[in-house]
């Protein structure tokens, strides 16, 4: 069973960049294919991006496309998502989240993970 630490949330100023690492333990972080969620206060967990463990496919959202980057580093047993020109509606809690590797087409959905990491603030400043 994989566990997951994220880390690297803070504050930033609108149109500044974060990298949020979340760091695997307990398995081998190649055999998930991961993700990255976002809840805010009063609000439903969204979607962020999410990156395969065969073939390396990425995915993204329209409100985060073109801004955020989902990587790996499976040598490191880690992910990461870089976030860019950061908005002020992009501030919440981040949560990484994984399970096994799968060819099942569909990958953003929150019940599709099994594993999940405590989040990490991301604060924007405007």
């Known amino acids: 069973q994989v566990q997951l630490v994220e880390s690297g949330g803070g504050l930033v100023q609108a149109g500044g960049s974060l990298r949020l690492p979340c760091v695997a333990s307990?398995?081998?972080?190649?055999?998930?294919?991961m993700a990255w969620f976002r809840q805010a206060p009063g609000k439903e967990r969204e979607f962020v991006a999410a990156?395969?463990?065969?073939?390396?496919?990425?995915n993204y959202p329209d409100p985060v496309k073109r801004r955020f980057t989902i990587s790996r580093d499976n040598a490191k047993n880690t992910v990461y998502l870089q976030m860019n020109s950061l908005r002020a509606e992009d501030a919440s809690v981040y949560y990484c989240?994984?399970?096994?590797?799968?060819?099942?087409?569909?990958?953003?959905?929150?019940?599709?993970?099994?594993?999940w990491g405590q989040g990490t603030q991301v604060t924007v400043s405007s």
């Open positions: 990156i395969r463990s065969i073939g390396g496919a990425t």
């Open positions: 307990g398995d081998t972080l190649s055999r998930y294919d």
């Open positions: 989240a994984a399970r096994r590797a799968s060819f099942y087409i569909g990958d953003s959905q929150s019940a599709e993970y099994d594993y």
